[in-house]
């Protein structure tokens, strides 16, 4: 179907107690408003089925959710509150992987930037309020769609060309950051603690990540909403395969 809209596979929400897969509206419904086709993956270790179901997408979407086991950064889990999820991670490593080689569009959100960070080398805090002295509100109570602390945008990246912004007030959810980052990811946005909570891939054609929930704030939130639109249009660019080495957008 020549004309179809651009696929986002995004990773589905992994409930540990009921043994079961779950989604949060805002994620589907955020990539319907920007004009793409969301359809949820499943989780398999069947390389074969992997495979089909990956090709079939024009752009993933990392969402959040637990955190990414320690081992995973070489180091051993150091609080109660640490919850991991093997399936998680183990099918996002397949799926980043092979989104980066093929170089296929990726929205990372939450978890989604954390796990990106350190599937390409880096580390995280592994609990903020216990190995930071911010007093940032970095995981904030409902209603989720309000800002509540506000992030400092890098002049030339891709997030200050979108935005057009210098400072920008985001909701948060998180009580895990950016503690090293990859050396192949750039910073685009800083909490005014100092945390990063923006990040792309240079040289890639669309692989950026927020540390925020536009999928939470999309519908009131011009900002949120235009995050969705770039990560589609992307998405509908390299389904139609006429972008190379990120030149479409920007000068970046
Ligand atoms: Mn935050």
Request: hydrophobic share 40%; charged share 20%; with cysteine.
């Amino acid at each position: 179907m020549k004309n179809r809209q651009p696929v986002i596979g995004v990773v589905p929400l992994w409930d540990e107690y009921r043994n079961s897969i779950w989604m949060i509206p805002g994620y589907m419904d955020g990539i319907i408003k920007a004009g793409g086709l969301p359809v949820i993956l499943p989780f398999t270790d069947d390389e074969n089925v992997f495979n089909q179901a990956a090709a079939l997408c024009d752009g993933f979407l990392l969402t959040g959710g637990q955190d990414v086991a320690p081992e995973l950064y070489g180091e051993a889990k150091r609080y109660d509150n640490i919850i991991t999820c093997k399936t998680r991670d183990r099918f996002e490593t397949l799926l980043l992987d092979r989104a980066i080689r093929l170089d296929v569009p990726v929205l990372g959100i939450c978890r989604g930037l954390q796990f990106m960070n350190v599937s390409l080398g880096g580390t995280l805090y592994q609990d903020i309020p216990a190995e930071t002295d911010s007093t940032l509100m970095h995981r904030q109570n409902p209603p989720y769609e309000n800002p509540v602390h506000e992030v400092i945008i890098e002049q030339d990246t891709p997030l200050a060309y979108l935005l057009n912004k210098e400072r920008l007030a985001v909701n948060s959810c998180h009580h895990q950051g950016i503690k090293n980052l990859s050396s192949v990811l750039k910073c685009m946005a800083r909490a005014t603690d100092g945390l990063i909570e923006a990040v792309y891939m240079p040289n890639k054609k669309f692989i950026w990540a927020v540390q925020w929930h536009p999928e939470l704030s999309y519908k009131t939130d011009d900002s949120s909403s235009k995050i969705f639109d770039i990560f589609v249009t992307y998405a509908n660019l390299s389904k139609l395969n006429i972008i190379s080495g990120g030149k479409a957008y920007g000068s970046v």
